[in-house]
């Protein structure tokens, strides 16, 4: 298993451009979610789907929308990319129900100018 | 979910048991205590997690206050490669997979 794949690794943007950040697991797992990372900060909820055609937000979903057409990807998209959202982002999977754990990908860091 | 509070930065000898504390007075009878670490930029890792008893995995171990109001995870014998920020999660469950809600962490140096 490749487990939980983030592309790309690293994105400029220029303030206004859009873009779909990629995450994808093989793992037949129900959870999938986003979070960023500020520097010195903690990760932050964006969006989170506990299953294929079921979104919901996060803590700071603003400027962010997602969809879950398959079970496997989980699209990440920056509508009008504006320089606060400068950051890393990590994309998260877990199994589904109880108490199971979360596998996080690498992490994609993107730079708005 | 409860919020937890943990030291901003703690230091390790190389070797010695790292005692990683963590405080979450408020929380619930159905919340578990989570921990995870993230070296350097990384994503986030999964240690180990617990509700009541004191839990053991390959890479640590969970001590739960009877009382659930606080915890300490215990790396036995710390290595350089364990240097990281750790968090400490309280995570209710509904029955079905819940976000997890990320404080700052203690920042862990394991030093030769």
């Known amino acids: 298993n490749a487990g939980v794949t983030q592309t790309p690794k690293f994105q400029v943007l220029k303030t206004g451009q859009s873009m779909t950040l990629q995450c994808a697991q093989d793992m037949n797992h129900e959870y999938m979610s986003w979070y960023r990372q500020d520097p010195g900060m903690g990760l932050r909820l964006i969006h989170y789907s506990v299953g294929a055609g079921i979104t919901d937000q996060g803590e700071v979903p603003n400027g962010y929308n997602v969809s879950r057409s398959t079970t496997e990807d989980f699209p990440l998209r920056l509508l009008s990319a504006a320089p606060s959202q400068t950051s890393v982002y990590f994309c998260a999977s877990a199994k589904g129900g109880g108490a199971e754990t979360q596998y996080f990908g690498p992490g994609t860091r993107l730079l708005v100018l | 979910d409860a919020k937890t509070t943990q030291p901003p930065s703690m230091d390790c000898a190389e070797g010695r048991a790292a005692n990683l504390p963590c405080n979450h007075s408020?929380?619930?009878?159905?919340?578990?205590v989570y921990w995870y670490r993230q070296i350097h930029s990384q994503g986030p890792q999964y240690i180990i997690h617990g509700l009541k008893n004191n839990e053991t995995n390959e890479m640590a171990s969970l001590i739960i206050t009877e009382d659930r109001k606080s915890s300490t995870l215990i790396l036995p014998h710390a290595t350089l490669r364990d240097t990281a920020v750790y968090y400490c999660?309280?995570?209710?469950?509904?029955?079905?997979?819940?976000?997890?809600?990320f404080g700052k962490g203690t920042r862990l140096s394991v030093i030769a």
């Open positions: 408020t929380i619930s009878g159905n919340e578990y």
């Open positions: 999660i309280v995570r209710l469950l509904l029955g079905g997979n819940t976000p997890l809600v």
